[in-house]
């Protein structure tokens, strides 16, 4: 089963996710950046299939932990969504460039999206050869 590094700190939204996708994927939680950064520096073997991060946090937002993980060459090729409520054009666009590689508005209101998205992006992932 692949891991998704969830980075929410609204339990409720926290709880939806799991539930939705539960199922299909290991959804390891976090509330804030600095204790998802800190579990991916002690990650041994199999790292996530994907991060999904919302962006406005206690202390580090979304965004500038995106960054902390794309500056990780051992990171930088995993998928990352970002879920927010800011909802504008403006927004999306502003999160596709910083490194997102999709974006999910708050409150998920479309559960079918959000599977959808998630396993576009996990699919995306390069197929690494064994060694």
Do not use: W
């Amino acid at each position: 089963m692949k891991t998704v590094f969830l980075v929410e700190d609204n339990q409720d939204n926290a709880d939806l996710i799991r539930d939705l996708i539960g199922d299909q994927y290991h959804i390891v939680c976090f509330t804030d950046g600095a204790s998802a950064l800190a579990a991916l520096a002690q990650q041994e073997g199999a790292l996530p299939a994907l991060f999904l991060l919302d962006i406005s946090l206690p202390g580090m937002d979304g965004k500038s932990l995106l960054g902390e993980i794309r500056r990780q060459p051992r990171l930088n090729h995993i998928p990352a969504v970002a879920l927010t409520a800011h909802a504008m054009k403006s927004d999306r666009e502003n999160l596709i460039a910083a490194g997102f590689n999709a974006y999910l508005s708050k409150p998920i209101t479309d559960d079918q999206l959000l599977i959808e998205t998630i396993e576009a992006q996990v699919s995306s992932l390069p197929v690494k050869a064994a060694a």
